[in-house]
C-alpha cells in the first residue's frame, strides 16, 4: 500500500460543494475520490452528498459523477458498470457514496443484490447517524440514545432506544470479496482502504463513519476530533473483511471515556450518568461478541 | 477530457462521451459561510500537510514547504487549525 499525504494526488475532484463547514461525509467523498482518481464514476443517491453536490449550475464534482434514486445506489451502479463494459471501456472505477439511511435501510436490497452478483462496484457508505438532508430523522444506524427529530428527547423515552444495526456484519456475511470499516478521524487506515478496494475486481464495501456537526451539535472544528474519539473510546472499530477473514486494524489498548464522548455532544445532551452507564455496558458486550466471533486476540 | 453537452448530438451508444456531459462550473464562492477564518504562520509550518488532508473543502494545496489556503472557498471551520501540531494555524474575525 503506498498512499499517503504525500503520494495522494493532488487535484480535488469534489470542490466547491456547499456541505455545512465541517462536514464529515464531504471529507469522506472528497478523500476517496482523491485516492480513486479522475477515472471513478461517482453515483450517490438522495442525501446531503448529492444535495450540496449538484446545486445546478454549481457542479462540484470534477469526475463523472450522477445522482441515484434514493434506494436505487447499487442498481444504477450495476448498471454503469454494465454500461461501461459494453463499451469496451476498461480504466474506471464505479464508486457509490450512500448514507446511512440510503445504505442500511431504504437501499439494503440494492446492495444486497449487487453482492449478491459480485459487480465490480465499490460501495462507501458515509454514516453520520440520521437522515440529515431531510432534517436529522432517526435511521437503523442511528446510536442508542441519540436525540433526532423522530426519537425526540422526552419525559419518559429519551431518545433512540435501538442500537445500531451491524452494517459491516452484514455486508461481510454475504461473503463479499472485501468490506471494511473506517472513520474520518483516521484518514491514513480508510485511504489504505479505499485503494484496496478500489483494486479489487469484484463488489467491496467501505463503512466510513463520518460526524455531522449540524446533526450531532458538535463546533464544527471538532468533527474529526470527535471521529477519532469514537474508535478510541470504543463505540466504533476499525476493522477488514478479506478472503473469509476478519482483521482488526486498530485495537484500542485501554478505552477512552465514553462519558466524554457522549457529553460533547449535544444529541445526547439529555442522557443521565445511568444511560451513560448503559452505553458503556453496550460496548464492553459488544466488544466481547467481537472478540468471540471475529478477531481472536 | 471534459465535454460540453451542447458539443455534440449523442445519437449512438459509441457517440455518448467518456466523461462528464457537464462543465465542472462553480459560479458562486463560499467565503459567505465564514465567521473566522484561519491564517498560516509559516514559519512555524512544517509542511506535515495534515491540514491539506483533513481539510473537508480541500482548500488548501501544497506550497512549497507550506501551504496556502483559498480563501473564496474557505468556509472557516477550523479543522484545520485543530489538525495542526505546530500551532501554526490560527483563527481570525472576519470583520
Ligand atoms: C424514495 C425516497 N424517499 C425519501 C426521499 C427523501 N430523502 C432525501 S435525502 C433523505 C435522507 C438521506 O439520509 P442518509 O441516506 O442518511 O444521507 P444523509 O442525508 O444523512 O447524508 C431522504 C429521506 C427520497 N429522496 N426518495
Ligand atoms: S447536515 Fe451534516 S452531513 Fe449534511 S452537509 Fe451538513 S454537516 Fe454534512
Ligand atoms: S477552516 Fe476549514 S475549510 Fe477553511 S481551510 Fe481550514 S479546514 Fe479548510
Ligand atoms: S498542519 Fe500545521 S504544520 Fe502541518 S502543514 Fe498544516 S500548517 Fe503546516
Ligand atoms: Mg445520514
Same mark, same amino acid.
Given at each position: 500500500?503506498?498512499?499517503?499525504?504525500?503520494?495522494?494526488?493532488?487535484?480535488?475532484?469534489?470542490?466547491?460543494?456547499? $456541505?455545512?463547514?465541517?462536514?464529515?461525509?464531504?471529507? $469522506?467523498?472528497?478523500? !476517496?475520490?482523491?485516492?480513486?482518481?479522475?477515472?471513478?464514476?461517482?453515483?450517490?443517491? $438522495?442525501?446531503?452528498?448529492?444535495?450540496?453536490?449538484?446545486?445546478?449550475?454549481?457542479?462540484?464534482?470534477?469526475?463523472? !459523477?450522477?445522482?441515484?434514486?434514493?434506494?436505487?445506489?447499487?442498481?444504477?451502479?450495476? =448498471?454503469?458498470? *454494465?454500461?461501461?463494459? !459494453?463499451?469496451?471501456?476498461?480504466?474506471?472505477?464505479?464508486? @457509490?457514496?450512500?448514507?446511512?439511511?440510503?445504505?442500511?435501510?431504504?437501499?439494503?436490497?440494492?446492495?444486497?443484490? *449487487?453482492?449478491?452478483?459480485?459487480?465490480?462496484?465499490?460501495?462507501?457508505?458515509?454514516?453520520?447517524?440520521?437522515?440529515?438532508?431531510?432534517?436529522?430523522?432517526?435511521?437503523?444506524?442511528?446510536?442508542? =440514545?441519540?436525540?433526532?427529530?423522530?426519537?425526540? $428527547?422526552? &419525559?419518559? #423515552?429519551?431518545?433512540?432506544?435501538?442500537?445500531?444495526?451491524?452494517?459491516?456484519?452484514?455486508?461481510?456475511?454475504?461473503? #463479499?470479496?472485501?468490506?471494511?470499516?473506517?472513520?474520518?478521524?483516521?484518514?491514513?487506515?480508510?485511504?489504505?482502504?479505499?485503494?484496496?478496494?478500489?483494486?479489487?475486481?469484484?463488489?467491496?464495501?467501505?463503512?466510513?463513519?463520518?460526524?455531522?456537526?449540524?446533526?450531532? @451539535?458538535?463546533?464544527?472544528?471538532?468533527?474529526?476530533?470527535?471521529?477519532?474519539?469514537?474508535?478510541?473510546?470504543?463505540?466504533?472499530?476499525?476493522?477488514?473483511?478479506?478472503?473469509?477473514?476478519?482483521?482488526?486494524?486498530? &485495537?484500542?489498548?485501554?478505552?477512552?471515556?465514553?462519558?466524554?464522548?457522549? %457529553? %460533547?455532544?449535544?444529541?445526547?445532551?439529555?442522557?443521565?450518568?445511568?444511560?451513560?452507564?448503559?452505553?458503556?455496558?453496550?460496548?464492553? !458486550?459488544?466488544?466481547?461478541?467481537?472478540?468471540?466471533?471475529?478477531?481472536?486476540? | 477530457? +471534459?465535454?460540453?453537452?451542447?458539443?455534440?448530438?449523442?445519437?449512438?451508444?459509441?457517440? +455518448?462521451?467518456?466523461?462528464?456531459?457537464?462543465?465542472?462550473?462553480?459560479?458562486?464562492?463560499?467565503?459567505?459561510?465564514?465567521?473566522?477564518?484561519?491564517?498560516?504562520?509559516?514559519?512555524?509550518?512544517?509542511?506535515?500537510?495534515?491540514?491539506?488532508?483533513?481539510?473537508?473543502?480541500?482548500?488548501?494545496?501544497?506550497?512549497?514547504?507550506?501551504?496556502? +489556503?483559498?480563501?473564496?472557498?474557505?468556509?472557516?471551520?477550523? +479543522?484545520?487549525?485543530?489538525?495542526?501540531?505546530?500551532?501554526?494555524?490560527?483563527?481570525?474575525?472576519?470583520?
Amino acid at each position: 500500500m503506498s498512499v499517503n499525504v504525500n503520494t495522494l494526488r493532488e487535484d480535488e475532484y469534489f470542490f466547491g460543494h456547499k $456541505a455545512c463547514a465541517g462536514c464529515g461525509g464531504a471529507l $469522506a467523498v472528497r478523500i !476517496a475520490l482523491k485516492v480513486i482518481g479522475p477515472n471513478a464514476i461517482a453515483t450517490i443517491p $438522495a442525501g446531503c452528498m448529492s444535495a450540496v453536490g449538484f446545486n445546478f449550475p454549481q457542479l462540484c464534482f470534477k469526475n463523472n !459523477a450522477i445522482i441515484s434514486t434514493f434506494a436505487g445506489t447499487a442498481s444504477m451502479m450495476t =448498471g454503469i458498470e *454494465a454500461g461501461l463494459k !459494453a463499451l469496451g471501456k476498461k480504466d474506471y472505477k464505479v464508486v @457509490g457514496f450512500a448514507g446511512d439511511g440510503g445504505t442500511a435501510d431504504i437501499g439494503i436490497q440494492a446492495l444486497s443484490g *449487487a453482492i449478491d452478483r459480485n459487480d465490480d462496484v465499490l460501495y462507501i457508505c458515509y454514516d453520520n447517524e440520521a437522515y440529515m438532508n431531510t432534517g436529522i430523522q432517526k435511521s437503523s444506524l442511528t446510536p442508542f =440514545g441519540a436525540r433526532t427529530t423522530t426519537t425526540p $428527547a422526552g &419525559r419518559n #423515552i429519551k431518545g433512540n432506544q435501538k442500537v445500531k444495526k451491524n452494517m459491516f456484519e452484514i455486508v461481510a456475511a454475504h461473503g #463479499i470479496r472485501y468490506c471494511a470499516t473506517a472513520s474520518i478521524g483516521y484518514l491514513q487506515d480508510f485511504m489504505n482502504k479505499v485503494e484496496k478496494a478500489a483494486s479489487i475486481k469484484g463488489t467491496s464495501y467501505i463503512h466510513v463513519l463520518a460526524p455531522c456537526p449540524t446533526g450531532w @451539535g458538535i463546533k464544527t472544528d471538532e468533527c474529526v476530533e470527535v471521529a477519532k474519539e469514537v474508535v478510541d473510546c470504543g463505540l466504533w472499530y476499525l476493522a477488514e473483511y478479506e478472503h473469509g477473514t476478519y482483521r482488526l486494524n486498530r &485495537r484500542p489498548r485501554e478505552f477512552t471515556d465514553v462519558a466524554h464522548y457522549i %457529553r %460533547r455532544q449535544d444529541r445526547f445532551k439529555h442522557l443521565s450518568d445511568t444511560e451513560i452507564k448503559e452505553i458503556t455496558l453496550q460496548r464492553d !458486550a459488544k466488544w466481547q461478541l467481537l472478540d468471540k466471533q471475529y478477531f481472536s486476540k | 477530457m +471534459i465535454r460540453d453537452v451542447n458539443e455534440k448530438a449523442f445519437t449512438t451508444l459509441k457517440n +455518448i462521451p467518456f466523461a462528464p456531459a457537464y462543465k465542472h462550473t462553480l459560479v458562486s464562492v463560499n467565503s459567505g459561510f465564514r465567521t473566522e477564518k484561519p491564517v498560516c504562520n509559516r514559519d512555524k509550518c512544517n509542511g506535515c500537510f495534515l491540514c491539506y488532508l483533513y481539510c473537508p473543502d480541500g482548500v488548501i494545496s501544497k506550497d512549497g514547504e507550506s501551504i496556502s +489556503i483559498n480563501y473564496d472557498y474557505c468556509k472557516g471551520c477550523g +479543522i484545520c487549525q485543530k489538525i495542526c501540531r505546530k500551532d501554526a494555524i490560527h483563527m481570525e474575525k472576519e470583520r
